[in-house]
């Protein structure tokens, strides 16, 4: 029984996911996969490797003009923008947010991330532990069946 009722959970919550990213799109004149871009960018800046185009292109699997494309379009609309960091590699380019982005993204999914905090603010360190090892594992589950379609 708790093991459907977490299983419907996870589906009602990958659902509204998907509205939401579509919420999100038409209300800032992208495209769903300008979104999960936007999402790729910013995981990669936050765990400390940003993308590369070529990164960007394989997490999406777009072909190289399409990436360019959808790259071309965030920057114009000043969502991200391209990063020459490599002293030894000058054409290297990686992917950054920028302040106007990050505004952007926060004024919509703020809420959210206050509501998601009350929620775990209702939980002990222990149980956040194992929240966030069951998250994880779920996560890579599903990223691992996408990879495989």
């Known amino acids: 029984m708790r093991r459907g009722q977490i299983t419907d959970a996870l589906r009602r919550y990958g659902t509204d996911s998907t509205r939401l990213a579509h919420a999100f799109a038409a209300a800032h004149e992208l495209r769903p996969a300008d979104l999960f871009a936007l999402v790729a960018v910013l995981t990669a800046e936050r765990a400390g490797d940003p993308l590369?185009?070529?990164?960007?292109?394989?997490?999406?699997?777009?072909?190289?003009?399409?990436?360019?494309?959808?790259?071309?379009?965030?920057?114009a609309a000043g969502h991200v923008r391209r990063s020459r960091e490599d002293s030894a590699d000058n054409r290297k380019v990686r992917l950054r947010y920028t302040e106007g982005g990050m505004r952007t993204a926060l004024s919509f999914f703020g809420p959210l991330a206050d509501s998601t905090t009350a929620v775990l603010d209702g939980f002990d360190d222990a149980e956040i532990d194992v929240v966030a090892r069951f998250t994880a594992a779920i996560a890579d589950a599903m990223n691992a069946h996408v990879e495989n379609l």
């Open 52 to 75: 590369t185009p070529g990164g960007l292109q394989r997490h999406l699997r777009l072909s190289s003009a399409g990436t360019s494309y959808l790259i071309d379009r965030l920057e």
